[in-house]
């Protein structure tokens, strides 16, 4: 006992070390993936930075991509001046600030959660109620918050899912003050401000922040009082909200706050069209395309992307301009199958260990009969988390999601929060062991696991990476391809617009069926070129990885560097 007295007593000790530890791994998270990207959504972030940064509103305004994330990197890219070759790094530490960020939030958020259990006095058992320490809180509420923000989003993952979860974060943490502090207006205008930086950062926050008005407008005794500070929390988002909402609408000729939720919806739920092919409107139900892209060959699935913005990849640069037309479908039998999907996942990831866990502690406190009563008492948290958490079950298949948990996890730190916040212990020597226990058995199943992703980063470390993409982006700019230059590519792949985003180019055509190509005659083969070279491109580059025709290099295709990239430059 002596050992947990003196975490007690050097609280802040504890809490520098998880915030150490947490700062190392993410660190080591960003220099194991320094010459990579999680995804091609990385590119169309940095080219809309760039845009925003060098003044070119036309490009920078888009109704698909969230523009805070673009902020931050065009706002580092552009001050510290970075070098291509040191861009995706620069990425990654953009990422390691907002874990830190992430950090301060989650703090803040804990102590509240701290103040705010430690207020209910209210309980009908308060004074045999155990004191639970703050070191027990310290030690779950970071071992949670370490493996929600390096497992389940990551500094590897270059979205801004990261910031999202840090304003989630503060904007619950308000939640709670508004339960312990006299109601003040200068709290609801936070909040309000705080929320509308999360919608800049993830436009599913737009919806959500009306979730939190909500709950904001019950956490006093006095409904009539606490309305018009509802309303200032109100105006204070659309302060911050509306000139992006007003710039998105103007831009499209209709009133959106973003067309990432539609288009998740269609792509992942209704499916009423395929994500990864270029919608044509072939399909039955799914609208009448506005801008298609130019299809040079239906046999091979050859597409041209003609556009006047600057950009490395037209087509994932801003999607709701190829998708503009698309009808929005309801279908319930894709979305009982999407729910029945993410009610699983959500069982396997965190429901199960949930229920265990509280099941436990109820039975411990001996307050089963009023334990539900507890459990409502946090409603405001639960509302939020399951807020966050229904909104994704209903608009998007978790389950075929690029890094599903990254869209849920700071919902599911609220949502622990919520439920563990109201169970109170009676102050006996087995509450405590049960407690000890509970939180050691935490710490050491998070660190087991924590040490088999550390363990990994750490081997990619210690063995070296090469910067493929820019060998490949410096071996074409040798051989005459130029920023500027449009280029076409063999194979639908985000690695294809890493080296782009390096070269400065733009890839403007796409041969989505590059086996049936190489599958044909060289006749054939050489007839496909000629109609790609027709589309104003000066090279076609295959696919990164592909394995590659003996012969190819008799045909006019030419190794790039010491990588499995090839190109065919054409002659002027």
């Known amino acids: 006992m002596k050992f947990f007295n003196y975490l007690t007593k050097n609280i802040y000790l504890l809490k520098s070390i998880f915030w150490l530890i947490t700062i190392l791994i993410g660190i080591l998270q960003a220099w194991s993936n320094r010459f990579n990207l999680s995804s091609a959504d990385a590119v169309s972030y940095l080219d809309i930075?760039?845009?925003?940064?060098?003044?070119?509103?036309?490009?920078?305004?888009?109704?698909?991509?969230?523009?805070?994330?673009?902020?931050?990197?065009?706002?580092?890219?552009?001050?510290?001046?970075?070098?291509?070759?040191?861009?995706?790094?620069?990425?990654?530490?953009?990422?390691?600030?907002?874990?830190?960020?992430?950090?301060?939030?989650?703090?803040?958020?804990?102590?509240?959660?701290?103040?705010?259990?430690?207020?209910?006095?209210?309980?009908?058992?308060?004074?045999?109620?155990?004191?639970?320490?703050?070191?027990?809180?310290?030690?779950?509420?970071?071992?949670?918050?370490?493996?929600?923000?390096?497992?389940?989003?990551?500094?590897?993952?270059?979205?801004p899912d990261m910031a999202t979860s840090a304003l989630v974060y503060l904007a619950a943490g308000i939640l709670l003050q508004l339960h312990i502090q006299p109601v003040r207006w200068s709290i609801f205008i936070i909040l309000g401000i705080v929320l509308g930086f999360g919608y800049l950062s993830k436009s599913v926050m737009f919806p959500l922040a009306f979730v939190f008005f909500i709950v904001a407008m019950f956490t006093g005794e006095n409904i009539r009082r606490i309305f018009p500070k509802v309303l200032a929390a109100i105006l204070a988002f659309m302060i911050i909200a509306l000139p992006f909402v007003t710039a998105i609408s103007l831009a499209k000729g209709r009133l959106t706050f973003?067309?990432?939720?539609?288009?998740?919806?269609?792509?992942?739920?209704?499916?009423?069209?395929?994500?990864?092919?270029?919608?044509?409107?072939?399909?039955?139900?799914?609208?009448?395309?506005?801008?298609?892209?130019?299809?040079?060959?239906?046999?091979?699935?050859?597409?041209?992307?003609?556009?006047?913005?600057?950009?490395?990849?037209?087509?994932?640069?801003?999607?709701?301009?190829?998708?503009?037309?698309?009808?929005?479908?309801?279908?319930?039998?894709?979305?009982?199958?999407?729910l029945l999907k993410n009610a699983h996942l959500y069982y396997q990831l965190f429901i199960f260990p949930l229920i265990i866990c509280y099941v436990i502690l109820v039975f411990v406190s001996s307050h089963i009969k009023t334990a539900l009563k507890d459990l409502v008492r946090g409603w405001s948290l639960l509302a939020v988390a399951m807020g966050g958490l229904g909104f994704y079950m209903i608009g998007i298949d978790l389950s075929n999601s690029f890094i599903a948990t990254r869209y849920i996890a700071p919902f599911i730190v609220v949502l622990f929060a919520g439920v563990f916040t109201n169970v109170y212990l009676l102050n006996s020597q087995q509450s405590k062991k049960m407690l000890i226990t509970l939180t050691i058995i935490a710490l050491v199943s998070t660190s087991s696991n924590l040490g088999y992703h550390i363990s990994k980063d750490l081997k990619t470390v210690l063995k070296g990476t090469e910067h493929t993409y820019w060998n490949i982006a410096q071996d074409l700019n040798r051989l005459g391809?130029?920023?500027?230059?449009?280029?076409?590519?063999?194979?639908?792949?985000?690695?294809?617009?890493?080296?782009?985003?390096?070269?400065?180019?733009?890839?403007?055509?796409?041969?989505?069926?590059?086996?049936?190509?190489?599958?044909?005659k060289t006749a054939t083969q050489s007839e496909v070129i000629q109609a790609i070279k027709k589309t104003g491109v000066k090279v076609i580059v295959q696919q990164i990885g592909w394995t590659m025709p003996k012969s190819v290099m008799a045909t006019g295709w030419q190794r790039i560097g010491n990588t499995d990239c090839y190109a065919y430059f054409f002659k002027k």
């Open 258 to 338: 973003g067309d990432t939720g539609k288009l998740n919806y269609v792509w992942y739920v209704s499916k009423n069209i395929d994500v990864d092919r270029f919608w044509q409107g072939k399909e039955l139900d799914s609208g009448i395309p506005k801008h298609p892209p130019q299809t040079i060959s239906n046999n091979f699935l050859i597409y041209e992307f003609k556009t006047n913005l600057k950009n490395s990849s037209p087509f994932w640069y801003e999607p709701s301009y190829w998708f503009e037309g698309v009808e929005l479908k309801f279908k319930l039998k894709q979305q009982i199958k999407v």
């Open 481 to 520: 391809v130029k920023p500027g230059d449009k280029v076409a590519v063999l194979g639908h792949d985000d690695k294809n617009t890493y080296w782009a985003r390096l070269a400065g180019v733009q890839i403007t055509t796409e041969v989505f069926n590059p086996e049936k190509f190489w599958q044909e």
């Open 49 to 159: 930075g760039d845009a925003y940064f060098r003044g070119d509103w036309n490009a920078a305004i888009n109704a698909y991509w969230s523009p805070f994330y673009s902020w931050l990197l065009g706002l580092t890219i552009s001050t510290f001046n970075i070098t291509p070759y040191w861009e995706f790094l620069a990425v990654k530490l953009v990422n390691l600030c907002n874990l830190i960020f992430a950090i301060i939030c989650f703090e803040f958020f804990l102590r509240q959660l701290i103040l705010y259990h430690q207020k209910g006095n209210y309980h009908p058992f308060a004074k045999k109620t155990l004191e639970i320490p703050e070191w027990v809180w310290t030690v779950i509420g970071y071992t949670l918050f370490l493996w929600s923000s390096l497992v389940w989003i990551g500094v590897n993952l270059d979205a």
